[in-house]
């Protein structure tokens, strides 16, 4: 692959990744504030993160096979596109099981873009030099890490904004 001709592609996957993973950590900041309104105990905490990670474990039954027969493009676009439409959905779960079931969705989802986003990752340094590919790497490993860095910051910015 020539580096210089499509250099753009590298920064973009970045760029989807560490949205991808704010995902994940934006929820987090609004839990106490969305049990508390439904008067859900703190113990339950642990059925949207475990919601979450089921889902991810589901979607490596089928991901594969999605990825390779819609292409990586389609796919990762559908997965943003779901993604959207469940934190639009969160916003209407009255219940502990919704939000556990939309969780599951979203870990679905997150279990789609994640084997995309690393398979797209492999495939842009496969014929670059070690040296090179293990910097590229290493920077994408580090867009997962800034995506879960900012999604704490962004969810609590947006409870502080809405004013929860």
Not at 96 to 104: C, D, K, P, V
Not at 140 to 159: H, K, V, Y
Request: aromatic share 12%; charged share 10%.
């Amino acid at each position: 692959m020539n580096l210089h001709k499509e250099a753009w592609r590298f920064p973009a996957l970045l760029l989807l990744t560490v949205l991808a993973n704010i995902g994940m950590g934006i929820v987090m900041p609004v839990l106490p504030i969305y049990f508390k309104q439904y008067d859900v105990s703190v113990a339950a905490l642990s059925v949207p993160y475990a919601t979450l990670v089921l889902g991810r474990l589901c979607s490596r039954a089928f991901s594969p096979a999605a990825i390779m027969r819609w292409g990586h493009r389609r796919a990762v676009m559908a997965a943003f596109l779901l993604y959207a439409l469940v934190f639009a959905a969160y916003m209407g779960a009255g219940s502990l099981a919704q939000f556990g079931m939309l969780r599951f969705i979203e870990g679905l989802v997150e279990g789609v873009l994640a084997i995309a986003l690393n398979d797209l990752a492999i495939g842009y340094v496969r014929g670059v030099d070690s040296q090179q590919r293990v910097r590229l790497m290493g920077r994408f490993g580090s867009a997962f890490g800034l995506g879960f860095l900012l999604g704490p910051l962004a969810g609590a910015a947006i409870a502080h904004w809405l004013g929860l």
